[in-house]
């Protein structure tokens, strides 16, 4: 067998089996494509089913998001997205502000602070729940946006990152800012910042997936219905009594836009930032 | 750079305020519940309540959640006193965790009280301690059996014939015999097969002072006798675990098995889910047990609730009267939801009698053998306990029944040690 | 921060001292609110019975001692471990032999691949977890049972039995995370320097050994992270068998230990309980993830 057959089969055999992964990982969207145009009732009735059955097939669900509940999905929608916004900023601000700190400085207790992000890293969150909530009863932050995106206002993850990618842009670039006289607040603005663009993009990414389908604790903070995000709202439609696939249907198709647009965009950065950055170790 | 801190400021502050309250006119309460359906029959007593100008005009927001989340969240609220609504609905497995400690929900003695003799009080019951009436129900939920009489006239079965749970069995061999289908199905991850049972050969999992009465040989024969069917095929796992399920209805629909044995309010799940079986299906009583027991029981069921904080308490517990406990709301229950009333003077008025979907699908002799079953209820004993025993049922026992060899005795025994290890 | 702006003149010894902390006030902050003082109010909560805000006792280690005689506990403790050890292993392992061929430039349009494998990580669990309890559904007729069939395989029940329930969680793990752990490993892929690969080809090597000699020493830095979230997030995990089993949890299958959490402290309203509990998890996690990065050589490589 010559090099080039079998270099030919290889490929052939690699790509099909990437072929058969593929058809894997996206039959359950075809299948939620396919649900989101029929009745709710034929869910219900029949279960899965993965046939087009053009008679029964129409967008009319999706115009019914429109109008179910008197729109609430919508009010979903915007909550997500406005906690997805906030939660992302503010996070990477403040996530590449100590990472780059840990990363340039050297001062007494720097380690011992690496040693707690990277231990928080670690720490299965859902144990400080019961505590947190407490605590946002007395700051009485209960049903605000704020209180659900304190406990990632500084995300460990991102910390790590960003400190990972700092150490690997060149340290000249820094000094020689010094030398001109900039200050460290205007160095990491000015030159920093524009150099950690792939970090941000990979953080981005990383963040927005985190919020946008986070469910338990913007449960348990959130209290008024037209304040609920995409997931807490969409779980309300799954009843021990059956569900309203009508709504929960069209609802999850139209909920993976942003977010796969977003990581359309972000992709190339995501995947640069990746490789140049934290998880190098 | 300010600037950006600027904005980012100004945008959490925009975030931190919550939503004002204008102080408008009518009075505004807050509703809960896990159970959307429920929310037309509060709209349409609403409309009615706002119609009489002898009542202060309401206005209510309701709240729609997710079964869990939604008692998890009342519990929250009423243990750090922050952010409850004024009326909540409280699912009756985990009502009994509402009247430990301090009560916090208010009595409706006031309401109920004046008209109990026309009240299935049983139901009552089951939301009450030390003789207060903390919570409505919307139904009685008691326990028919559906009959897919296609099936049963293939087998040459007449279900009228069918008077004791020997005969539902013996039925369901020949119907395994001659179809090949089976007679019935039990459910594998919940309680609707089990408990409605048990209840009506007189058996129950705690007495009022809670001793631990799941073993008793009524349960452990009951047990044995659901048993006996799996092991010679007259009944099955419910697909999907239980008769709430897709896959459920999906087979059901499709003629598969010849009955099940749910609580009346089963009635839409078939003219929602099960629309091929329109005009084949019967609705009537449970067969008897020969060693004595009851006619029916009743199971599941959501206890309306006024949170004895509220500022609006005393209008709140009218409103939820005169939804819930009148004549007018019981009828609207029985045509918005389909539930059978608590209120008994309603059963053979014509209110009840008017053409609606559920006696066009199941013919209008739906209330016929009902109203022969109402005056032998058995009370359950809900205490404290009762949702650690239901907690069981549904994770424990059902699946024994279904998926081990235990006899109906080891499987009587294990559960109900289990709940005397949970007792202090 | 403002005042560390108007500084900026003055660039004195002082000054540098204290600018590192400015960098990292914000950590501090957050970690003393949202992580220390609450770790160490769920320690105080762990010890106390709580009946409501008012109604407090200590009642020293007893929510422990209760603990370790519950049998659901020990039962969600073993439905964690045996989903935590699986998902280690298959989804440390499957996104790495997928990766590498992704990134041996045999397959035609890797990115396409890459992206489409990423997808499932974006959507909600919610909803790919009613599907695939769908298809791994009790009827002979769901796709799981029907792909059996074509094996001659009697039909299973898959959601009722802990081995198999088992098998349809890591399965629905490895569909949702698959992408992800993919991007990492090709990131660290396209790290190693291309010489490595050609030095070991001129002294002969087959694609096994370099798999084994450059290629996984390569991705090491990767792995030891994959390995520690992936240990974290399979002892945590609860939203993947919510959607699964919907908080039934019939017969204790596919109860995790944080399902068992939620349960006791929100359903159950046993705040100490729950508290006690979440400290198991804890030190769990700790020592897992200890015993793994002392056996990856991690803190040798730091000093």
Redesign the interface.
């Known amino acids: 067998m010559g090099y080039k057959t079998k270099k030919r089969i290889l490929t052939v055999l690699a790509t099909l089996l990437m072929v058969i992964l593929a058809v894997f990982t996206l039959s359950p969207f075809y299948f939620m494509f396919l649900s989101s145009l029929k009745p709710g009732t034929e869910m219900l009735r029949y279960g899965l089913s993965f046939t087009f059955d053009p008679q029964i097939s129409s967008f009319k669900n999706y115009e019914a998001l429109n109008t179910y509940r008197e729109g609430i999905y919508w009010d979903w929608y915007k909550s997500s997205l406005i906690l997805m916004v906030l939660q992302t900023l503010i996070g990477l601000f403040l996530g590449s502000l100590v990472g780059y700190g840990l990363a340039m400085y050297d001062f007494k207790g720097k380690n011992i602070v690496i040693t707690i992000v990277l231990l928080l890293m670690m720490v299965p969150f859902e144990i400080l729940l019961l505590p947190l909530y407490q605590m946002l009863i007395k700051a009485k932050m209960i049903n605000s946006y704020f209180g659900v995106i304190l406990p990632y206002l500084v995300p460990p993850f991102m910390i790590f990152f960003f400190r990972q990618y700092c150490l690997s842009l060149p340290r000249e670039m820094m000094e020689a800012a010094y030398m001109d006289g900039c200050s460290d607040f205007g160095i990491f603005f000015r030159i920093m910042v524009p150099n950690m663009i792939p970090a941000y993009g990979a953080m981005t990414i990383l963040s927005c997936m985190n919020c946008w389908n986070n469910l338990l604790w913007p449960l348990i903070v959130l209290s008024n219905d037209r304040k609920f995000t995409i997931p807490i709202g969409m779980a309300t439609t799954i009843t021990p009594y059956g569900n309203a696939y009508d709504v929960l249907m069209p609802g999850a198709v139209m909920a993976v836009v942003p977010i796969v647009i977003i990581y359309l965009f972000a992709q190339k950065t995501f995947i640069a930032g990746l490789t140049s950055g934290a998880v190098k170790g | 750079m300010k600037k950006m801190l600027v904005v980012l400021l100004a945008a959490l502050i925009l975030m931190l305020s919550v939503t004002a309250f204008a102080d408008d006119e009518p009075i505004k309460l807050t509703l809960w519940t896990f159970q959307e359906l429920h929310l037309s029959l509060y709209r349409e007593m609403l409309d009615k309540w706002n119609a009489d100008p002898a009542n202060p005009k309401l206005e209510i927001d309701m709240q729609v959640y997710d079964y869990e989340d939604m008692h998890n969240k009342l519990t929250i609220a009423l243990q750090t006193g922050e952010g409850a609504p004024d009326i909540s609905e409280i699912e009756i497995s985990m009502y009994a965790n509402y009247l430990k400690g301090d009560i916090q929900l208010a009595p409706l003695n006031e309401y109920v009280e004046p008209i109990a003799d026309h009240l299935v009080m049983s139901r009552m019951n089951n939301y009450a301690r030390d003789g207060k009436y903390y919570g409505i129900d919307h139904h009685i939920g008691a326990t028919v059996m559906f009959y897919n009489t296609e099936i049963l006239e293939a087998a040459g079965i007449d279900y009228k014939d069918i008077k004791t749970w020997d005969d539902f069995h013996e039925a369901g061999k020949t119907v395994l015999e001659k179809t090949g289908k089976p007679m019935t199905t039990w459910e594998s991850t919940d309680c609707w097969s089990i408990y409605p049972i048990v209840s009506q050969h007189g058996g129950d999992w705690l007495t009022w002072d809670n001793e631990v009465v799941m073993d008793s040989p009524v349960v452990a024969s009951t047990l044995q006798f659901m048993k006996d069917m799996l092991a010679d095929g007259t009944a099955v796992a419910a697909p999907g675990g239980s008769h709430h399920t897709e896959e459920y209805w999906g087979w059901m629909n499709g003629g598969n098995c010849a009955t099940v044995s749910m609580p009346f309010w089963y009635l839409n799940r078939f003219t929602n889910y099960m629309p091929d079986l329109a005009g084949k299906i019967k609705v009537a009583p449970l067969p008897t047990w020969p060693d004595g027991g009851h006619k029916s029981s009743q199971m599941g069921g959501t206890g309306v609730s006024v949170i004895a904080t509220s500022p609006n308490a005393e209008v709140a517990k009218a409103y939820i009267a005169f939804a819930t406990l009148s004549f007018d709301g019981c009828v609207n229950t029985w045509k918005l939801l389909g539930f059978d009333p608590i209120l008994m003077d309603v059963y053979g008025t014509p209110e009840m009698q008017e053409p609606n979907e559920f006696f066009e699908y199941y013919g209008d002799d739906i209330f016929t053998n009902m109203m022969t079953v109402l005056d032998d209820i058995p009370d359950t004993a809900i205490t404290d306990m009762y949702p650690a025993a239901t907690d069981i049922v549904k994770a424990q026992m059902a699946y024994d029944l279904v998926y081990t060899d235990k006899t109906g005795e080891e499987i009587a025994k294990e559960c109900a040690d289990q709940l005397r290890s949970l007792i202090d | ?2 005042d ?2 108007s ?3 003055k ?1 004195s010894v002082i000054n540098h ?1 204290v ?6 006030a ?3 902050i ?2 003393v ?3 220390l ?3 160490f ?2 320690i105080i ?1 762990s010890f106390q019975r709580i ?3 008012n ?1 407090i006792t200590w009642i020293g280690i007893s929510n422990y001692q209760k603990l370790f ?1 519950d ?2 506990f020990a039962q969600s403790l073993m439905t964690t471990l045996r989903y935590a050890v699986w998902d280690l292993i298959i989804l440390c392992s499957v996104p790495l032999i ?1 990766a590498v ?2 990134n ?1 430039g ?3 349009f890797p990115a396409f ?16 977890g ?3 309890r ?2 791994f ?3 002979e007729t ?2 799981a049972n029907r792909v059996l069939a074509l094996f001659g395989q009697k039909s299973q ?1 898959w ?3 802990p081995g198999t329930a088992n098998f349809v969680l890591i399965i629905l793990t490895l ?1 949702r995370w ?2 992800v752990n993919v ?2 490993y ?3 892929l ?2 190693i320097p291309p010489e490595l690969y050609e030095a070991a080809e001129i002294d002969g090597a087959s694609s096994l050994q370099k798999f084994f000699y450059v290629t996984l020493p390569g991705v ?3 792995l ?3 390995i ?2 992936t ?2 997030g399979g ?2 995990m ?2 993947e068998s919510v959607a699964l089993f ?8 596919g109860r995790t230990i ?1 399902g068992y ?2 349960q006791v ?5 046993n ?1 100490g309980m ?2 006690a509990v ?2 198991v ?2 030190v769990i ?2 020592t897992v ?1 200890f015993i793994q990065l002392i056996l990856m050589g ?1 803190f040798k ?1 730091e000093n």
Do not use: C
């Not at chain 3, 600018?19 to 990292?24: G, K, N, S, W």
């Not at chain 3, 489409?116 to 669990?125: D, R």
């Not at chain 3, 402290?265 to 309203?269: I, N, Q, V």
């Open positions: 921060m403002q560390s702006m500084e900026r003149t660039r001292k600018v590192p902390y400015l960098f990292i914000p950590f501090i957050f970690f609110v949202v992580y003082y609450p770790f109010k769920t909560m009946d409501g805000p109604h005689k049998r659901n997928v061929i992704l041996s045999y397959v035609k691949f890459k992206s489409v494998f990423f997808i499932p990580a974006l959507t909600s669990t919610i909803v790919a009613i599907v695939f769908l298809a559904g009790t009827l769901s796709i029940d959601l009722m039995h569909w698959m992408g991007v990492y090709i990131s660290g396209q790290s090491r830095p990767v030891i992270y994959v520690t979230i240990v974290l002892f945590a609860f939203t919907t908080q039934k949890y019939a017969g204790g299958i944080v959490m939620y402290g929100f359903y159950k309203s705040l729950a508290s979440g400290i998890l804890l996690v700790f993830n991690f490589k």
